[in-house]
C-alpha cells in the first residue's frame, strides 16, 4: 500500500492555459473523488468515481473542468482556458466500498497538485 | 444543506495544556464525522471518526464524541505536543445507502504549540 499519489505537485500556469492532472488511487480501491482547497479554506467536493463511472459532480465543476477515469485506475482532471481563481490546491481520494446502508468509507487523501494561475 | 462550523483560528498553547477545538454541524439522517489534520507540507490525515450516535472516535491521544443531541463532534486532547502543531479539520459525511458519500469539511482550526 503506497497511498495516494498526485502529479504533479505543483503547477505555474499563465491565465488561458489547459492544464492536467493525474491522480494514483491506492491500488484495488474502486471508489475516487476529486477536492479543491483554496487558502485558509475547508476542501470543497468537485467529483466522484467508481470504477470508471463518474457518479456524482458538483456545481463548483464548470464547463471548464473535466475529470475521467479511463480504466477505472488514475485519474486526470483537465482544466481549459484556466483563470486566476482556478488557483488553489487539488486533492484526490481514494476510498474501498463499505456494506451498502452502512457508514460511509474512509477516503484516503494524496498530497495535492497546488496550481498557480499567473 | 449539510454544514460543518468549527473554532476559528489560529490557537495558541503551550505545551503539556487541554486542548479543545469545538465543530457542530447541520445535517439530515445520520452522517459520518470526522476530523482530519494537515500537518505543515503533508497531505491531509484522518485523525479519527464516529459513525454513529455516542460514538467516540480517540487516536494518538486526541478524541472527539458524537453527540447528535447538540450536533457536535469537539475534539479534546488532555496533553497537547509541539508535534501537534497542524491545521485541523471537522467534517461529516452524510448517510448513503452506497456508503460512498462525499466529505464536507469545516474551514480549519491552525493550531501552534509553543514549547
Known amino acids: 500500500d503506497t497511498g495516494v499519489s498526485q502529479d504533479p505537485r505543483h503547477k505555474i500556469t499563465k491565465r488561458g492555459q489547459n492544464v492536467t492532472f493525474r491522480c494514483d488511487p491506492i491500488s484495488e480501491h474502486n471508489r475516487l473523488y476529486w477536492y479543491r482547497q483554496t487558502l485558509g479554506q475547508g476542501p470543497e467536493f468537485l467529483t466522484y468515481f467508481q470504477n470508471e463511472a463518474q457518479l456524482e459532480k458538483s456545481r463548483l465543476l464548470s464547463d471548464r473542468f473535466s475529470a475521467e477515469r479511463p480504466k477505472g485506475s488514475f485519474s486526470t482532471l483537465e482544466i481549459q482556458r484556466t483563470e486566476q481563481g482556478d488557483s488553489a490546491m487539488y486533492l484526490c481520494?481514494?476510498?474501498?466500498?463499505?456494506?451498502?446502508?452502512?457508514?460511509?468509507?474512509?477516503?484516503?487523501f494524496g498530497p495535492g497538485t497546488r496550481l498557480l494561475v499567473l | 444543506g449539510d454544514s460543518v462550523t468549527q473554532m476559528e483560528g489560529p490557537v495558541t498553547l503551550s505545551e503539556e495544556a487541554f486542548l479543545t477545538i469545538n465543530c457542530t454541524y447541520t445535517a439530515t439522517g445520520y452522517p459520518s464525522l470526522f476530523w482530519y489534520v494537515q500537518y505543515p507540507g503533508e497531505g491531509l490525515q484522518l485523525l479519527l471518526k464516529a459513525t454513529k450516535a455516542d460514538d467516540k472516535g480517540s487516536n494518538k491521544g486526541f478524541e472527539a464524541t458524537y453527540r447528535k443531541e447538540t450536533t457536535s463532534f469537539h475534539l479534546e486532547k488532555g496533553s497537547v505536543q509541539v508535534s501537534d502543531s497542524a491545521v485541523y479539520f471537522c467534517?461529516?459525511?452524510?448517510?448513503?445507502?452506497?456508503?460512498?458519500?462525499?466529505?464536507?469539511f469545516g474551514s480549519g482550526t491552525r493550531l501552534s504549540i509553543r514549547p
Open positions: 467534517a461529516l459525511s452524510p448517510y448513503t445507502l452506497s456508503s460512498a458519500s462525499k466529505i464536507i
Open positions: 481520494a481514494s476510498s474501498l466500498p463499505g456494506l451498502a446502508g452502512g457508514p460511509t468509507e474512509t477516503q484516503y
